[in-house]
C-alpha cells in the first residue's frame, strides 16, 4: 500500500530507455503526478537535453523539460529541473560543441544535489540510452552510478525490443547499478507487429529483472487512469 511518508532505501530513481522515442518523458511525468497526487514529496530532474523547438518570436524550449515542468504544476523554474540545455537534436555533448560550449560535468551531480533540501524524493530522467553520452566523459550510466539510485528501464514493446532491452540489462547489472525494473511502453500504436503479444513472456523468460508493467498506447489523461498504470506505480513506490 502506497504510503507517502514512509521511509526509502533509496532517495531517487534514475529513468532510462532502451531506445529513442519509447516513452521516457511520458512515464517519468506520469510517475510524477502520481507520486505527487497521492502526497509524496518529489522532485524532477533531466541533467541535460537537447533538441528543441522555436515559436514565432524564436524563444527555444525543449519538450522534456517541459513535461516535468507541468508534473511539479509550475512549481520549479526550468532551469532547476534541467541547468543544460541545447538547441541542436543530437547527444549533448555534439549539440553543445555546436554551440561553442561543453557540458559541465560538475553540474550534472550539482544539479541533483540542488535537490536534497528541496524534495524527499528525486526522479532523474537520463537523456537518451543508459550508454548514451551526456558529456565528453560521462555517459548516463556513470551519473546513475555516481547518484547511486537505482534504474527504471521503458522498453518499446514491439519488435527490436528484446535485443535493446537485455543490452540494457546486462550493461547496468556489469557496472552494479540496481535495477527496479522494466516497464514495456506501445509509445506508438504498432497495429501490424505481431511480436508486441509475445515479447513480454520472452523478455521475462531471458532476464531475472521484473516486468512492472506493460502498457497499451495511451493518450496522458488515459495513461494517469489506467489501472495497470497505477498499479505498478504503486509497488515501485513500495519496492524503492
Known amino acids: 500500500m502506497f504510503d507517502p511518508h ?12 532502451t531506445d529513442t522515442g519509447v516513452g521516457k518523458t511520458y512515464i517519468t511525468a ?13 522532485g524532477a530532474y533531466k541533467p541535460a537535453v537537447s533538441g528543441c523547438d522555436f515559436d514565432l518570436s524564436g524563444r527555444a524550449s525543449w519538450a522534456d523539460v517541459e513535461a ?15 541547468p543544460q ?17 561543453r557540458v559541465d560535468d560538475a553540474l550534472l551531480l550539482s544539479g ?27 555517459s548516463n550510466a556513470d551519473l546513475a552510478v555516481a547518484l547511486n539510485f537505482p534504474l527504471l528501464i521503458i522498453a518499446r514493446t514491439g ?8 543490452l540494457t540489462v546486462e550493461a547496468a547489472q556489469r557496472r552494479g547499478i540496481k535495477i527496479a525494473g522494466i516497464v514495456m511502453n506501445t509509445a506508438q500504436p504498432a497495429l501490424s507487429d505481431l511480436s508486441v503479444q509475445s515479447n513480454p513472456n520472452q523478455l521475462a523468460k531471458r532476464c531475472q529483472v521484473p516486468i512492472l508493467a506493460v502498457l497499451p498506447h495511451f493518450s496522458d489523461r488515459d495513461l494517469l487512469q489506467h489501472p495497470g498504470f497505477l498499479r505498478m506505480a504503486d509497488a515501485l513506490w513500495t519496492s524503492l
Open 112 to 138: 541533483a544535489a540542488w535537490w536534497q533540501s528541496r524534495a524527499n524524493f528525486l526522479l532523474v530522467e537520463g537523456a537518451g540510452g543508459l550508454l548514451a553520452p551526456l558529456s565528453e566523459s560521462q
Open 159 to 166: 519488435l527490436g525490443t528484446l535485443n535493446h532491452t537485455l
Open 85 to 101: 540545455c541545447f538547441a541542436a537534436p543530437l547527444a549533448p555533448p555534439v549539440a553543445a560543441e555546436q554551440e561553442g560550449r
Open 68 to 82: 516535468l515542468y507541468a508534473a511539479l504544476d509550475g512549481t520549479i523554474s526550468r532551469e532547476h529541473i534541467c
Open 6 to 17: 514512509a521511509s526509502h532505501r533509496n532517495l531517487g530513481l534514475f529513468v532510462t530507455g
Open 30 to 42: 506520469a510517475l510524477i503526478k502520481t507520486w505527487r497526487s497521492w502526497g509524496a514529496d518529489i
